[in-house]
Nanobody, 125 residues
């Protein structure tokens, strides 16, 4: 079974930093992508960033230049470094796996069949 577990959420002041981790297990394919998403109360789920197994990355406009995605293959863990956070970044953050990945990853939630439980990030002003 493919399993993902997001962690690292918490309370952070505006302008600060936070690093989220996504521990991944059960993926047997060499071709896959891991994406980060978030959902704030009353809003739709938003794609933030993804990284493919070949190392390609994609960022959504709201986080480009502030958030950085990376992976540690030895630890089967994907990270989302969040810098310069804003109150608008408050949401539950999820990581998910796309096993249909081929050439480049995309941050469309419909591409992702496997989802982990979210981790709450709260940014205070």
């Amino acid at each position: 079974d493919v399993q993902l577990q997001a962690s690292g959420g918490g309370l952070v002041q505006a302008g600060g930093s936070l690093r989220l981790s996504c521990a991944v297990s059960g993926i047997t394919s060499d071709d896959y992508a891991i994406g980060w998403f978030r959902q704030a109360p009353g809003k739709e789920r938003e794609g933030l960033s993804c990284i493919g197994s070949r190392g390609d990355t994609t960022y959504g406009g709201s986080v480009k230049g502030r958030f950085t995605i990376s992976k540690d293959d030895a630890k089967n863990t994907i990270y989302l470094q969040m810098d310069g956070v804003e109150p608008e970044d408050t949401a539950v953050y999820y990581c998910a796996a796309d096993l249909s990945y081929t050439l480049s990853c995309a941050i469309d939630p419909w591409n992702y069949a496997y989802w982990g439980r979210g981790t709450l990030v709260t940014v205070s002003s």
